[in-house]
C-alpha cells in the first residue's frame, strides 16, 4: 500500500508540475520600468575595484530610504533628481576615506545596457533610465542594480539576502517526512 501512495503522489507531481509549466509566463516589463543604478571604478586596478564596492556599500544605504519612500518610477527619478548633491558628497567621502583623490560624479541619463539577471529578474538588453556614478575617469568594470522597482534594497534593512523557496518542494519534503 505503501508503494501504491509514493506512486500515486509522484504521478500527482508530475502532473501538476506539467500543468504549472504549462500555464503562460509573466513577461518582464520593458525597460521603460525600470530605473537602474551603475557605480563604475576608475579603472580595473584591484583598489579601484575594492572602493567602488565601498562607495556602493554607502551608496545603497544613503539611497536606501529615498528608494523606499518611491511609488512610481517618476517618483525616483525626482527623487534621485534631488539628491545628486547628496550621492557625489556620500561617493567623495567613502574615496577620501581610503586615500583616493579623485572624484566623484552621479547623474540620471538613458543607456544602454546587456542582459542582465538579478535576483531572478531578466532584464533585456535595451535603453534604460539609470543613475550612473561614476568614480574618477569611470573607465573600470561597474556594479549595478535596479533603484526602482528597488530590487538593489531587499534584504538590505536586515542583511539578509533573498531567499527563493519552491512550495512544490516543500510539499514533497513534508510528504516523505511524515
Not at 116 to 126: C, I, K, P, W
Not at 131 to 137: F, H, R, S
Request: net charge negative.
Amino acid at each position: 500500500m505503501k508503494k501504491f501512495c509514493i506512486v500515486f503522489a509522484f504521478l500527482f507531481i508530475l502532473i501538476v508540475t506539467a500543468a504549472l509549466t504549462a500555464l503562460p509566463q509573466a513577461e518582464t516589463p520593458p525597460p521603460a520600468a525600470y530605473l537602474r543604478m551603475h557605480v563604475r571604478a576608475n579603472s580595473d586596478a584591484e583598489a579601484d575595484q575594492a572602493v567602488k564596492y565601498a562607495v556602493k556599500d554607502a551608496l545603497v544605504d544613503y539611497l536606501m530610504p529615498i528608494a523606499a519612500s518611491c511609488s512610481s518610477k517618476a517618483e525616483a527619478q525626482e527623487a534621485l533628481a534631488g539628491a545628486l548633491g547628496g550621492i557625489e558628497a556620500e561617493a567623495e567621502r567613502v574615496l577620501a576615506e581610503h586615500g583616493f583623490s579623485y572624484g566623484a560624479r552621479a547623474s540620471l541619463r538613458a543607456e544602454r545596457f546587456p542582459t542582465r539577471v538579478y535576483e531572478g529578474v531578466t532584464l533585456a538588453a535595451g535603453v534604460y533610465d539609470a543613475l550612473i556614478v561614476e568614480l574618477g575617469a569611470g573607465e573600470g568594470a561597474n556594479w549595478w542594480c535596479v533603484v526602482y522597482p528597488p530590487l538593489c534594497f531587499s534584504g538590505a534593512a536586515s542583511g539578509e539576502g533573498v531567499q527563493l523557496r519552491s512550495r512544490l518542494l516543500d510539499i514533497i519534503r513534508d510528504f516523505f517526512a511524515g
